[in-house]
């Protein structure tokens, strides 16, 4: 006799059983992330995997059925997580998402709409026109005339900004001019395109870690050839914002100088007005800040670039991805014109009035993923995100005056948007402070937030920065629901973490997990 099938149940009632299983999850945990390091992950999720150490497959002949695969996944899923919503939980540009957009996914989900053709996608074709329409008149563009797409992130908008330079660049020729600062994704574009070489040039930052502009100068000035000039609002550590209008002047000088009195070297020029010189804005962190009062100032100048990278996965409190690239030039996409698909677009279409944003996009399936963001932008407005936005950066600022206050805490950089960065030393005439040289410290800092990684209780983030390239640590404050008291109690867990490990030895790090 077969047994009869499990019935396959409805999404109503496992949305249900998710929501309980993530709440059962969360409790297991019992903070920001799982306890004992990665060994011990590993081993639980394998288990609710049903890997076996002798390597039996995840993959069974026959299935345990919905409820219990999804059930007992859910739960070890949230039981294993670094959860960004864990005021604890505070290293990476990674946010608690809010929970209409993750309600709002849930649909897109469900629907599975796809933006490659319009037949796939009535309803999100205009939902994401409008999304990248307002998203523009937010950094200063015509949304009338700017153009764009929700893309996976920071680094695949970051490729679009430089495969537009280079599309506007006369034979296609091209040197990338970035800080020392900037996101590894604009070196990994250049790589894609193969750009000149040397494709990058790396602009020394201040103190402050923004691009040094005068050096920008110099070094275009040295160049004969087109250039894209990528200005960072909101480095990755230290939440820097280069200087954007001053950025944007020295680009314009470059445009002029090829276009008057043009190099001997330098490629015939187009008359294209952005051929010899591009401003890409990586605002991936920093675009946020546009939503509020306080801090848009920062953002000055973004308005005169020729493309720009947000990310609403980091200030914008969505599920990722939410990536958002801008252009206020909507002709310049030709590399994704030049490649024709007949299935997924035609002129006769086109011509009938169905739109296709298929060369808006490297990517040919694609999610709606503009549809949690129009779900928030509608729900929370402006001036409920930049409230957002402001509680971040108070929580911010309320940490580096902990950090000043606190004399084994040294901090890196002022507070611009939401991150603190800064490094254990310990006291002055403390057990094994003389003894501190600078790798001490730095294996020092390493060991502390590996001890608190390790212990299921921070997670905190770590870089290295100054002339002398010293390990730093960092808080990424994203959680606008995390108290000052919450701060103030994971600085005091970092300091004392350092405290126990320096110890009584002559300075040693005890144990360096
Ligand atoms: C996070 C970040 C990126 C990369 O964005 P993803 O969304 O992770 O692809 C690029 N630039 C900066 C400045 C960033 O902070």
């Given at each position: 006799?077969?047994?009869?099938?499990?019935?396959?149940?409805?999404?109503?009632?496992?949305?249900?059983?998710?929501?309980?299983?993530?709440?059962?999850?969360?409790?297991?945990?019992?903070?920001?992330?799982?306890?004992?390091?990665?060994?011990?992950?590993?081993?639980?999720?394998?288990?609710?995997?049903?890997?076996?150490?002798?390597?039996?497959?995840?993959?069974?002949?026959?299935?345990?059925?919905?409820?219990?695969?999804?059930?007992?996944?859910?739960?070890?899923?949230?039981?294993?997580?670094?959860?960004?919503?864990?005021?604890?939980?505070?290293?990476?540009?990674?946010?608690?998402?809010?929970?209409?957009?993750?309600?709002?996914?849930?649909?897109?989900?469900?629907?599975?709409?796809?933006?490659?053709?319009?037949?796939?996608?009535?309803?999100?074709?205009?939902?994401?026109?409008?999304?990248?329409?307002?998203?523009?008149?937010?950094?200063?563009?015509?949304?009338?005339?700017?153009?764009?797409?929700?893309?996976?992130?920071?680094?695949?908008?970051?490729?679009?900004?430089?495969?537009?330079?280079?599309d506007a660049a006369p034979n296609g020729r091209l040197r990338v001019f970035r800080?020392?600062?900037?996101?590894?994704?604009?070196?990994?574009?250049?790589?894609?395109?193969?750009?000149?070489?040397?494709?990058?040039?790396?602009?020394?930052?201040?103190?402050?870690?923004?691009?040094?502009?005068d050096l920008l100068r110099r070094a275009l000035a040295e160049h004969a050839g087109?250039?894209?000039?990528?200005?960072?609002?909101?480095?990755?550590?230290?939440?820097?914002?280069?200087?954007?209008?001053?950025?944007?002047?020295?680009?314009?000088?470059?445009?002029?100088?090829?276009?008057?009195?043009?190099?001997?070297?330098?490629?015939?020029?187009?008359?294209?007005?952005?051929?010899?010189?591009?401003?890409?804005?990586?605002?991936?962190?920093?675009?946020?800040?546009?939503?509020?009062?306080?801090?848009?100032?920062?953002?000055?100048?973004?308005?005169?670039?020729?493309?720009?990278?947000?990310?609403?996965?980091?200030?914008?409190?969505?599920?990722?991805?939410?990536?958002?690239?801008?252009?206020?030039?909507?002709?310049?996409?030709?590399?994704?014109?030049?490649?024709?698909?007949?299935?997924?677009?035609?002129?006769?279409?086109?011509?009938?009035?169905?739109?296709?944003?298929?060369?808006?996009?490297?990517r040919t399936t694609r999610r709606a993923d503009s549809f949690p963001i129009a779900?928030?932008?509608?729900?929370?407005?402006?001036?409920?995100?930049?409230?957002?936005?402001?509680?971040?950066?108070?929580?911010?600022?309320?940490?580096?005056?902990?950090?000043?206050?606190?004399?084994?805490?040294?901090?890196?950089?002022?507070?611009?948007?939401?991150?603190?960065?800064?490094?254990?030393?310990?006291?002055?005439?403390?057990?094994?402070?003389?003894?501190?040289?600078?790798?001490?410290?730095?294996?020092?800092?390493?060991?502390?937030?590996?001890?608190?990684?390790?212990?299921?209780?921070?997670?905190?983030?770590?870089?290295?920065?100054?002339?002398?390239?010293?390990?730093?640590?960092?808080?990424?404050?994203?959680?606008?629901?995390?108290?000052?008291?919450?701060?103030?109690?994971?600085?005091?867990?970092?300091?004392?973490?350092?405290?126990?490990?320096?110890?009584?030895?002559?300075?040693?790090?005890?144990?360096?997990?």
């Open positions: 006799m077969t047994e009869a099938p499990e019935p396959r149940p409805g999404l109503n009632e496992l949305v249900g059983l998710t929501l309980t299983a993530l709440a059962e999850g969360r409790r297991r945990r019992g903070g920001p992330l799982p306890a004992g390091g990665p060994s011990r992950v590993r081993a639980a999720i394998q288990a609710a995997l049903g890997v076996s150490p002798d390597r039996t497959s995840l993959l069974p002949s026959t299935g345990i059925g919905a409820t219990a695969a999804l059930t007992g996944l859910v739960e070890a899923l949230a039981a294993g997580s670094a959860d960004p919503a864990d005021p604890w939980c505070a290293a990476h540009l990674h946010c608690p998402p809010l929970p209409v957009a993750v309600a709002a996914d849930l649909a897109v989900s469900a629907l599975n709409p796809s933006l490659d053709s319009w037949d796939q996608a009535p309803a999100a074709t205009t939902i994401e026109t409008e999304v990248v329409a307002a998203l523009a008149a937010l950094a200063g563009f015509d949304p009338d005339r700017a153009a764009g797409t929700i893309t996976t992130g920071g680094t695949e908008s970051n490729l679009m900004g430089l495969l537009l330079a280079r800080s020392a600062a900037a996101h590894l994704s604009i070196d990994r574009a250049a790589a894609v395109l193969g750009l000149d070489a040397p494709p990058v040039t790396a602009i020394p930052t201040d103190d402050q870690d923004r691009m040094r502009v087109p250039a894209v000039v990528v200005a960072t609002a909101g480095t990755t550590d230290a939440g820097a914002v280069d200087p954007l209008r001053e950025i944007a002047a020295a680009v314009e000088e470059h445009r002029s100088r090829l276009r008057v009195r043009p190099h001997p070297s330098a490629p015939a020029e187009t008359g294209h007005p952005a051929s010899s010189g591009w401003l890409h804005v990586d605002a991936a962190y920093g675009g946020g800040a546009l939503f509020s009062d306080r801090l848009a100032g920062h953002l000055d100048g973004i308005a005169l670039a020729d493309s720009v990278a947000l990310d609403l996965h980091k200030l914008g409190w969505q599920p990722a991805p939410a990536g958002v690239f801008l252009t206020p030039r909507p002709d310049g996409w030709p590399s994704l014109r030049a490649a024709h698909a007949d299935y997924l677009r035609s002129e006769d279409d086109e011509a009938a009035g169905f739109p296709s944003l298929l060369d808006r996009s490297l779900v928030a932008l509608r729900a929370l407005g402006r001036d409920g995100l930049g409230a957002l936005v402001d509680a971040c950066h108070d929580l911010a600022r309320h940490a580096e005056r902990t950090v000043h206050a606190d004399p084994r805490l040294e901090p890196a950089f002022p507070v611009t948007l939401s991150t603190v960065v800064f490094r254990y030393r310990p006291r002055a005439g403390a057990t094994g402070s003389a003894a501190c040289t600078a790798d001490r410290l730095d294996q020092l800092n390493d060991a502390i937030r590996r001890t608190l990684l390790l212990g299921g209780r921070a997670v905190v983030g770590r870089t290295r920065t100054g002339p002398d390239r010293a390990v730093h640590l960092k808080l990424t404050l994203l959680n606008p629901d995390a108290t000052q008291a919450d701060v103030d109690t994971l600085l005091r867990l970092v300091a004392t973490t350092g405290d126990e490990l320096v110890g009584g030895d002559g300075g040693g790090v005890r144990s360096v997990p």
